[in-house]
């Protein structure tokens, strides 16, 4: 070979080399991955595959520590996760590396020039520690994750946020072990170690998340209602901006995040070093950060007016923000006016325990004043998840430490003790209506109007009456249109297969309750009155009439007249006939003499009623209610999902035979649907399953959880919900669950039981607890739950039902999955019939 091939073939070896280092240091720049042979120096990036996130070293502003952080590519000056938040490096050395920290393992580490660390990953004490890391991956929503060598995950970013939550990262906590995930402020702009704000979600019910300073309360987002934070609405219509809350019921946790709807860029919510939450969003537009700040007003800050104090956002001068509440008077009248509202109110006469123990003449005398758009008051709630505003002012009226109550259709009630952080929007849709307890001396009264006032109306008055007279006629001209218009109703359900339900005339059912006579309700619930009733051939029947007020229209009334009168099932309550008149609409039935089995099983009857069922009856109305449901899922003509199924919804016949009744909520599946979405809640909390009540989502699952609790009921012969244990409030499930994991199930029996079949009771107590897991894959089907009531099957392990864990049965419904937008909502609290 001559000198100059040589020469010839050394110059495209060096060509290539230099091209091969080219292309090597350009990958080295794009990697996403840090591995032992690939460590991550002082000047070096991880980009993720997207391009959406960075990891490198950085200098906060007017600094020279170095700290490991990750920032938007698009926005490099946010830094949203520093790793070494707490160990600088004081110089341009440093490394991040997959390194040997503990004896033969390996873990993610940050070395200084002298081999020092800083920083890692892995702590000493963890279990997975004891594995060894195959490298660390920034995905491209910008979590930071470590893989061993079987590419299971050992530790994620996520799980150490620092300032800063991106979409897809929690705050919240582990209810299980008390482990929190929280964001903390940097203590300085320039100066990422912790600072003294903190943003935590507490785990009361409903939940909250709160900034502290300290140890003291900064700021508060509200109660979440199971789809926003009551004080923070006006964030979600902010760059069509959403929050999601998220929950595990594996873990027995309960995290918020953040999470953009249609909406694509940097986005992250914060808190800064003064104690701000900021909500960070890029606006395409002028292609710059857009930040938004809470708390947004002085009222914003938590207990601004102190106790029982009102402040006023935006409609007030900002010196005068604060009021007391009506019926109260500053604590300290001249530092008060003074500006001072710290101290807050009181109340010039505290209520009385025995204004509510002697007549209910007496209870009569306190009243409600209304305040609209209200921040809920923070401390002293309890909350009752079922029944409706009337029972809720009941509730608060029974209790003389409430001093007002707030009912919201996503949460249930909610009465308070210490108005405490109490603040009054300006316009909605912040807020919600907050009913204030009063004496009734105290309450606002009517304005009486002057003589010459109705003097005034004498000339109005006869041209009103001409009018009136031509209202008549008209009135009398459209009368028989109206009449036409409930016929065309009769046609739209006779037209669809309904020919044998008997139509009654407004006439026929008027006579047979005489007249809708008092004497004949029955009872009532949210759709509205029942009577009983008796027809010229004299049976016996029990009528249904629709409230305007009930939420439920026509759509409901046809759903249940078509349902029923397609269904034929011993354990199925007869439909007879229907009417529409104008606005009346009513339902007849078959009249059930024993009416619901809430009276017996939940002590809402007489003494004599609640000692009637005994164990056999009360096994063989389960078994009944059981073959009901499995009918209506898959032995009937049609598919159906009731709904609404509860205690007041199982009717009892003269031989105590249990019946399924009110069909206004079901709906039909097709035959090859599993479950569906809903826009619009409908049902009874404490009987919904979890991902109906936060999600929409119903299937035969809804009706298996809502069967689990009726179960429960029946063996125990208390409420699902608002149960007390040594005067701590949880939920039915939460109590059986506890002593039957104990092996005490036998206790949580119905005690006015005396002869019972102890294994029977103990397999119905297994069974409801496997029909009420939280997560509707562990739900037997009803078909698999008669088996396992009738036969001496073999029973799983059911799994503690978290989503009603003890100690968290405070508030209602919590919202721990993300909810899907839910615009109304039905609350049925049906009477026997």
């Not at 990891?55 to 790793?83: D, H, I, M």
Request: glycine share 10%; with cysteine; charged share 20%.
């Amino acid at each position: 070979m001559t000198n100059r091939q040589f020469g010839n073939k050394a110059h495209f070896a060096l060509f290539y080399v230099f091209i091969y280092s080219i292309f090597a240091f350009v990958f080295s720049l794009a990697t996403n991955i840090i591995s032992p042979d690939q460590p991550l120096h002082d000047g070096q990036t991880l980009v993720s595959i997207g391009n959406e996130f960075e990891l490198g070293f950085f200098s906060p502003n007017g600094s020279n520590s170095r700290y490991v952080g990750l920032w938007y590519t698009q926005f490099p000056e946010k830094v949203v996760w520093v790793a070494n938040r707490e160990n600088p490096l004081m110089d341009s050395s440093g490394t991040m590396m997959i390194g040997g920290l503990f004896e033969n393992r390996s873990n993610l580490v940050i070395i200084d020039g002298n081999n020092n660390t800083v920083w890692f990953a892995l702590n000493e004490t963890n279990d997975s520690s004891q594995r060894s890391v195959k490298n660390a991956e920034l995905n491209n929503i910008g979590n930071l994750i470590l893989f061993d060598r079987n590419g299971s995950q050992l530790w994620q970013g996520f799980d150490h946020p620092t300032d800063v939550s991106l979409p897809g990262m929690k705050v919240g906590m582990n209810r299980q072990t008390g482990d929190e995930l929280f964001i903390s402020s940097w203590k300085h702009e320039n100066n990422p170690s912790r600072g003294s704000f903190r943003a935590l979600a507490d785990a009361q019910r409903p939940p909250q998340i709160y900034i502290w300073n300290g140890s003291t309360k900064h700021y508060r987002t509200g109660q979440w209602n199971g789809r926003d934070f009551i004080g923070t609405r006006f964030l979600n219509n902010l760059w069509r901006i959403g929050y999601t809350m998220d929950y595990v019921p594996e873990r027995g946790s309960l995290y918020f995040g953040i999470a953009a709807l249609n909406y694509s860029g940097p986005l992250y919510l914060s808190i800064n070093p003064f104690g701000y939450t900021v909500l960070s969003a890029w606006n395409p537009e002028s292609n710059k950060i857009v930040e938004f700040l809470l708390p947004e007003s002085p009222c914003a800050y938590y207990g601004t007016c102190g106790s029982s104090g009102l402040c006023y956002d935006k409609d007030k001068k900002s010196s005068e923000i604060c009021e007391c509440f009506t019926g109260y008077i500053p604590k300290n009248v001249s530092e008060w006016n003074k500006g001072n509202w710290k101290e807050g109110c009181e109340r010039k006469e505290r209520f009385r325990c025995e204004r509510n123990a002697t007549t209910s003449q007496d209870v009569e005398e306190d009243g409600f004043l209304e305040y609209q758009r209200i921040k809920l008051p923070d401390l002293g709630s309890f909350v009752l998840s079922s029944g409706d505003k009337v029972s809720c002012e009941a509730e608060c009226l029974r209790n003389c430490s409430c001093a007002g109550y707030a009912f919201v259709d996503t949460m249930g009630c909610m009465i308070f003790g210490d108005l405490i952080d109490v603040q009054r929007y300006a316009t909605a849709p912040d807020g919600e209506t907050f009913y204030l307890r009063l004496f009734h001396s105290e309450l606002p009264k009517k304005h009486h109007r002057s003589k010459g006032f109705f003097i005034g109306l004498i000339v109005p008055l006869v041209v009103l009456g001409l009018c009136l007279l031509a209202f008549i006629i008209f009135q009398w001209r459209n009368k028989r249109r109206r009449s036409l218009a409930g016929d065309t109703h009769i046609s739209d359900i006779r037209g669809e297969g309904n020919s044998e339900v008997r139509v009654f005339s407004y006439k026929e059912i008027e006579a047979a309750t005489e007249k809708f006579s008092i004497t004949n309700k029955l009872g009532e619930g949210g759709f509205g009155p029942v009577f009983k009733g008796k027809l010229q051939n004299g049976q016996l029947v029990a009528v249904k009439r629709l409230s305007r007020s009930s939420g439920q229209g026509l759509e409901e009334f046809k759903n249940e007249v078509l349902l029923i009168s397609k269904l034929q099932h011993k354990n199925l309550v007869n439909l007879i006939g229907f009417c529409i008149q104008e606005e009346e609409k009513l339902l007849v039935y078959e009249y059930m003499p024993n009416k619901s089995l809430d009276k017996f099983i939940l002590g809402s009857g007489s003494n004599d009623e609640n000692t009637l069922l005994d164990w056999n009856m009360r096994y063989h109305i389960i078994e009944g209610i059981a073959r009901g449901i499995l009918y209506l899922h898959r032995d009937s003509r049609l598919r159906i999902i009731h709904r609404d199924l509860k205690t007041s919804n199982i009717l009892l016949d003269d031989g105590m035979r249990p019946k399924i009744s009110d069909f206004g909520m079901a709906r039909i599946f097709g035959g090859d649907q599993s479950a569906a979405n809903t826009n619009r809640l409908v049902g009874t909390y404490g009987y919904m399953s979890p991902e109906y009540g936060l999600q929409g989502i119903f299937s035969e699952k809804s009706d298996v959880f809502s069967f689990g609790v009726v179960v429960l009921e029946i063996v125990t012969g208390r409420k699902g919900m608002g149960f007390h244990y040594h005067q701590v409030p949880i939920t039915l499930q939460s109590h059986v669950w506890k002593l039957w994991q104990e092996g005490k199930g036998l206790q949580v029996l119905d005690p006015k039981l005396i002869d019972y079949n102890a294994s029977q009771v103990i397999r119905c107590i297994h069974v409801g607890l496997l029909c009420v897991q939280d997560d509707a894959n562990d739900r037997p089907i009803m078909a698999t739950v008669l088996s396992m009531l009738t036969s001496d099957m073999t029973l799983p392990t059911p799994k503690q039902p978290v989503f009603s864990r003890e100690g968290n049965a405070e508030g209602s419904n919590s919202s721990q999955h993300p909810a899907s937008s839910r615009n109304s909502i039905s609350i049925s609290a049906v009477e026997g019939r």
